[in-house]
Antibody
């Protein structure tokens, strides 16, 4: 069965860095685009970043552009998010998400991890 | 950026009711619209993709419609397990965006 397991979250000072990881299993990782999606406490969902199957196409939300870097290692079935210059407003649960593409229907997330909590505070 | 606006933000209903949630995009997104359900402390789950396609395993009481800028999610007969928060999401532009959510509560 499909599993996405995030790790790497924790408490970090403003201006600090964290690297999130997502270990994928139960499917051919290299066949799917992947994303990071976050949710601040008590708030809605925000798409953070997207990476294509080969890693050649990458998008970021304006709120994290220039500070976060998404990457993947298809040999290790793993997705990463390097987060630098962290701010209090980056505090959120970060979800690893698998994407599917639908002909003439766009993309959607069909599997989510359980999330890893990032808290930015001094 | 494409803004997604859901209405209402919250809704009280009873088991057995028919409920409709709407989602409006700030520009045409064709049928590139998905609906997710999220329960407290859990990751979201997809219900509907491409505006009207029911995801595998989702009960048939859930349905979606619309295209262009206006979309609806309908739950035909509410069940106790349907009380949750619902989000729409567009994938028309590369900056995917979600609606603010609709919290469905028990009346």
């Amino acid at each position: 069965q499909v599993q996405l397991v995030e790790s790497g979250g924790g408490l970090v000072n403003p201006g600090g860095s964290l690297r999130l990881s997502c270990a994928a299993s139960g499917f051919t990782f290299s066949d799917y685009y992947m994303s990071w999606i976050r949710q601040a406490p008590g708030k809605g969902l925000e798409w953070v970043s997207y990476i294509s199957t080969s890693g050649t196409t990458i998008y970021y939300a304006d709120s994290v552009k220039g500070r976060f870097t998404i990457s993947r290692d298809n040999a290790k079935d793993s997705l990463y998010l390097q987060m630098n210059s962290l701010r209090a407003e980056d505090t959120a649960m970060y979800y690893c998400a698998r994407g599917r593409t639908v002909l003439r229907g766009g993309n959607f997330v069909d599997y989510w991890g359980q999330g890893t909590l990032v808290t930015v505070s001094s | 950026d494409i803004q997604m606006t859901q209405s209402p933000s919250s809704l009280s209903a009873s088991v057995g009711d028919r409920v409709t949630i709407t989602c409006r995009a700030s520009q045409n997104i064709n049928s590139y619209l998905n609906w997710y359900q999220q329960k407290p402390g859990k990751a979201p789950k997809v219900l509907i993709y491409a505006a009207s396609s029911l995801h595998s395993g989702v009960p048939s009481r859930f349905s979606g419609s619309g295209s262009g800028t206006d979309f609806t999610l309908t739950i035909s007969r509410l069940q106790p397990e349907d009380f949750a928060t619902y989000y729409c999401q567009q994938s028309y532009s590369t900056l995917y965006s979600f609606g603010q959510g609709t919290k469905l509560e028990i009346k």
